[in-house]
């Protein structure tokens, strides 16, 4: 058991170190911001785990489409049976909730050293007829739970990291981490709780409740993603 633990205090703490400091948008600089281009976005890890399990440690890290283990590839299909991508799903929620408080947005596509990483430097991006650059990348999705005592429910979880700068810009100017579902406790960020509408007392379960059920809690992570990153941006 202290071994299980040990490895997965491990993968928490890597994923810790990973997490981009925050920084808070200034009055001054949202003034300025008419349109937004959203860098695209690349499609997240996906993963069905019980993350107070050492094979957590094994099973999420790595640059794979899918977390390893039968589950996660169960959840996969079911996903690609149904068409859903969480990349478009978050996309379109962006450009609406931006449009909501007065945003313009495009759609820019980049090449990432680190498809889980932030661009990081944008001062060679050169994009005509927009004021601000919008990177958000989703390191992982899907659904997990940790321990029996702390956490007994699964439940849909997504991560990003978000960033923003000024076109061909060195500084950046908001910057942030979103954890929705799953709260990483040596992770600081915006913490987004999942709905009990999509929480379940067992791993199978999450599958008895049927496709539409298990994409309806994706959809909310991206949701409420998006409502906070705008609502952040906000003037």
């Keep these: 058991m202290l071994k299980k633990w040990s490895l997965g205090l491990v993968f928490v703490l890597s994923i810790a170190a990973c997490a981009p400091s925050a920084v808070s948008i200034r009055p001054e600089d949202k003034a300025g911001i008419k349109t937004i281009a959203i860098l695209q976005i690349e499609e997240p890890q996906l993963r069905m785990l019980n993350l107070g399990s050492g094979m957590a440690a094994m099973g999420a890290v790595g640059g794979a489409a899918i977390a390893a283990g ?4 169960k959840l996969f299909n079911e996903l690609k049976k149904n068409k859903f991508s969480f990349r ?8 609406n909730q931006l449009k909501k408080v007065g945003y313009k947005t495009i759609v820019v596509k980049v090449k990432r050293a680190d498809v889980r990483s932030l661009l990081g430097d944008y001062s060679k991006l050169r994009i005509k007829n927009a004021d601000a650059i919008l990177d958000v990348v989703v390191t992982n999705y899907g659904y997990v739970t940790e321990h029996f005592l702390f956490s007994p429910h699964w439940r ?5 990291f978000v960033a923003m700068a000024k076109p061909m ?14 709260h990483n406790p040596l992770m600081s960020g915006v913490e987004l709780d999942a709905s009990p509408a999509f929480h379940f007392a067992e791993q199978d379960d999450v599958f008895k409740a049927g496709s539409k059920k298990i994409i309806s809690g994706l959809k909310d992570a991206s949701l409420k993603i998006a409502m906070q990153i705008s609502s952040s941006l906000s003037k």
């Design 156 to 160: 849909p979880e997504a991560r990003a």
């Design 169 to 182: 810009g060195t500084q950046v100017i908001y910057q942030d981490t979103m954890m929705y579902g799953y």
């Design 70 to 73: 039968d589950e996660s590839q």
């Design 88 to 95: 478009d799903q978050l996309t379109r929620d962006l450009k």
